[in-house]
């Protein structure tokens, strides 16, 4: 097991073996616990790429990244469903704190690992989820109420 105490490190790991149908085996070999693993196949996912290609309207890789993340998160165990989920909730709170501060003229961001970039790939895998797992999955630790005013504060995201 490596010890990587960068993100950057982590998402790197996660971007070298993206294609593998088995990332999350591989991941899971090199990194300390599956929350790491799931940080790092998330934000490996949270870039300013277009998620089709303008020109020949291609899906892009990250139907790929979003399908395989959510298919590994519903393989855990369901007491894991609610730690990993309860992860990225918090992490799509946080995200959403500074939903539209972003100076309009300048379309860089401090760390392309946040913003619109981290909100879109969170709120998809949750999404998708939502559609595969029981609501019970998502209310172990807060309310079905919060969870969906969660979802409609995404929802409203100005930068989508």
Known sequence: MLILPLKSAKVGLARLYHGDDDRPASLSELLPDNLTLLMAL?????????????VDR??????????????????????????LIDSMLDDLG???EGMGAQNEEDDTLTDPYSGWPGRRILTTVLAELSERLTYRAFTRTRALAEVVALFVRAANDPDS
């Open 42 to 54: 998330l934000d490996a996912a949270a870039d300013q790429d277009n998620w089709a290609d303008e």
């Open 58 to 83: 291609r899906v892009s890789h990250h139907a790929w990244a979003v399908k395989q993340t959510v298919g590994w998160v519903e393989a855990r165990p369901p007491e894991e469903h609610a730690l």
């Open 94 to 96: 946080k995200e959403m």
